[in-house]
């Protein structure tokens, strides 16, 4: 399995070396707005996941908002709802996507053809139960769909927003990502959950080859969400042998509240609002803590999809 995917990714590094000598400099948009394939060839796509340890605690939101603010800082950003029980990121922006990934499992569209424009400057790939179908993919199927997903390399930035908990999906979401945020709020049942999170990745993931970050949400202020954030990262490093930095805190905000009722961002609906400011300041961190090594797409997705 292994030498297959060796193969798939040398023939990856072979079409877009020939593209790129063939590319000319000219690029064209489909009808989503993407730029075309010739663009993508030669843009690092930084992939972050998004997760918890237990659902309720913020990930969507987080997910939409960070898109937002990245988007503000001129980047390409394509949100992919990965939560295959509960997909909301659409509902969120309040948008009734009319394909999702299920369609490209099968063959019915492209990925390209299935990404939903939004008016916030964002793309965003629906979810679906679909994905069940790849265990019962054959070994060329896989492939192909590997191949297909490579088509999001135009973005500068893919977020994914995972279901909550530590099923075999989520972790290899997290295992293939540049980043991983794992989100927690102050309350004890969330951070135990998040630390359990982060010890499977520990457990699993020898060495680990993505950045882990820690965001607490709904947090009342600076004080008492670094002081989570400390005991997380303490426990971690002491026992688990693992670095998590601590990326920031969002403030418990009624704004969010209200914004979901909306089904709008917060960061649309109350720009100046204390949540809004906070998901600035991490996505500012985040853009200037580079990422060494970009997997790339195909990369990122082979444990997902070419297993």
Wanted: glycine share 8%.
């Amino acid at each position: 399995m292994e030498d297959q995917a060796e193969k798939l990714r040398e023939i990856m590094r072979q079409k877009k070396s020939n593209k790129a000598d063939g590319a000319g400099g000219a690029q064209s948009s489909d009808k989503n707005g993407a730029a075309a394939h010739g663009e993508g060839r030669n843009r690092k796509t930084r992939i972050i996941t998004v997760t918890s340890g237990k659902g309720g605690v913020g990930k969507t939101n987080l997910s939409v908002n960070m898109a937002l603010a990245y988007a503000r800082l001129g980047k390409k950003v394509v949100v992919m709802d990965a939560d295959l029980g509960l997909a909301n990121v659409n509902v969120m922006l309040d948008i009734i996507p009319k394909y999702n990934l299920y369609h490209v499992i099968k063959k019915q569209k492209s990925i390209r053809e299935i990404l939903a424009e939004t008016e916030y400057g964002i793309s965003i790939i629906a979810g679906a139960s679909g994905f069940s179908q790849i265990t019962n993919m054959s070994e060329r199927e896989r492939q192909e769909f590997i191949n297909e997903l490579d088509a999001l390399s135009f973005a500068d930035i893919i977020i994914i927003d995972t279901s909550a908990g530590v099923s075999s999906n989520v972790l290899d979401f997290i295992a293939g990502a540049d980043d991983a945020i794992i989100i927690t709020t102050p309350e004890p049942t969330a951070i135990a959950d998040a630390y359990g999170i982060i010890k499977i990745i520990a457990t699993k993931y020898e060495p680990i080859n993505m950045e882990i970050k820690l965001v607490v949400n709904r947090a009342k202020g600076a004080v008492q969400a670094k002081s989570v954030a400390e005991r997380m990262i303490n426990v971690a490093g002491q026992h688990l042998y693992i670095k998590v930095d601590y990326l920031g805190f969002i403030y418990d905000d009624p704004a969010v509240s209200s914004a979901v009722l909306m089904q709008k961002p917060f960061m649309v609906t109350d720009p100046r609002c204390k949540a809004s400011i906070c998901i600035q300041h991490l996505v500012e961190r985040m853009d200037k803590n580079k990422i060494a090594k970009h997997r790339g797409v195909s990369t990122a997705f082979r444990k997902l999809f070419g297993r």
